[in-house]
């Protein structure tokens, strides 16, 4: 019996002197007010504190950090799920940004505690700063830069002037460091001729990009409250008009293009709120 107590000892010594070996670093968009995506950066190392358990204070954590031991080798942890401060969140190896949802952007005075053995961190701190949202897809090669940055309109509620779509391609929504991200799984949507507007759903990882099939400048519109994305034809408001459009229909091109006296052809007739599409012969 004493002999097996002491091999339990040995083996629970042995795990955490493993955990003591590895430095871990966390990293993302923001940590230390810095671009610390960089790997092995001083200002985002942890502090080993025996049981499998490393600790980490700084003046900002902002939403999009990993967990990694500098090499994006074995040590790669993040979560698909929100982190909710002073609650345990659950990583994975290989796990998306870890992100605060959409009611505030960065922690200040943060706290961290990784545990290695768990794979698992709490998060303290005060919360602080708007999420910013931004508009992204094969137009600009996937990145969040200030180019694809939506402008706060009203509580939650975004616009995008004059964006630029060549043709084919696809798009999605997302919040700062990717921390959470809106498109949708149904290989149908695409974004183009009759469709305007539509409600997207959060997604994870790469997947959920929406397609689009337009050609022109264009107002995108972001609606944070009820996720519900609408594009336009740069001045032309589509979406106003169907909500004030009333009694007699209104008619517009398939590009979203008001038309005073519609011909033959595909147009899109709003009445009393309704868009409806049409073919006029």
Same mark, same amino acid.
């Given at each position: 019996m004493?002999?097996l107590?002491?091999?339990a000892?040995?083996?629970?010594g042995a ?8 430095? *871990?670093y ?7 007010n810095g671009?610390s995506?960089?790997l092995?950066?001083e200002?985002g ?6 049981e499998?358990?490393?600790e ?12 990694n031991? %500098? ?7 993040? =979560? ?6 002073g609650?345990?969140?659950y990583?994975s #190896?290989?796990g998306?940004? *870890? ?5 505030? =952007?960065r ?10 053995d ?6 303290t701190?005060t919360?602080a ?5 931004? *508009?992204?897809g094969?137009f ?15 509580d939650?509620?975004y616009?995008?002037k ?9 798009? #999605?929504?997302?919040?700062?460091g ?8 149904d ?6 001729f ?10 994870? %990882?790469? =997947? ?8 022109g400048?264009?107002d995108v ?5 009820t996720?519900?994305?609408?594009f336009?034809?740069? %001045?032309?408001?589509?979406?106003e008009? *169907?909500?004030?459009?009333e009694g007699e ?16 052809g595909?147009?899109i ?13």
């Open positions: 004493k002999k107590l002491l091999a000892a040995m083996v629970a795990m955490s002197m493993s955990a003591q070996d590895v430095d *871990i966390i990293i993302g968009s923001n940590v230390n671009d995506w960089g092995a950066q200002s190392k942890m502090t080993y504190v025996g499998g358990k490393y980490w204070d700084g003046a900002v954590l902002g939403t999009g950090f990993k967990f031991d %500098g090499t994006w080798g074995e040590y790669d942890f993040g =979560s698909g799920d929100t982190c909710v401060l609650e345990t969140l990583l #190896k290989g998306s940004d *870890i992100g605060f949802g959409e009611d505030f =952007s922690v200040e005075n943060a706290h961290v505690v990784f545990d290695l768990n794979l698992t961190c709490v998060v701190g919360p700063g708007k999420t910013e949202w931004y *508009i992204t094969d600009c090669d996937y990145t969040l830069g200030a180019d694809q940055l939506f402008t706060e309109v009203s939650k509620v616009e995008k004059d964006l630029q779509l060549d043709n084919v391609g696809y798009f #999605k929504v997302s919040s700062t990717w921390a959470k991200k809106y498109g949708t799984y290989e149908e949507l695409v974004f183009g009759d469709i305007f507007e539509h409600e997207l759903e959060e997604v994870f %990882g790469d =997947s959920g990009n929406v397609a689009y099939y337009m050609t400048t264009f519109k972001w609606d944070g409250n996720h519900v994305i609408s336009t034809e740069a %001045g032309e408001d589509f979406v008009s *169907i909500a004030a459009a229909a209104v008619y517009f091109n398939m590009q979203g293009v008001r038309v005073a006296n519609p011909e033959k595909m147009f007739s709003v009445k009393n709120g309704k868009a409806t599409k049409v073919a006029i012969r």
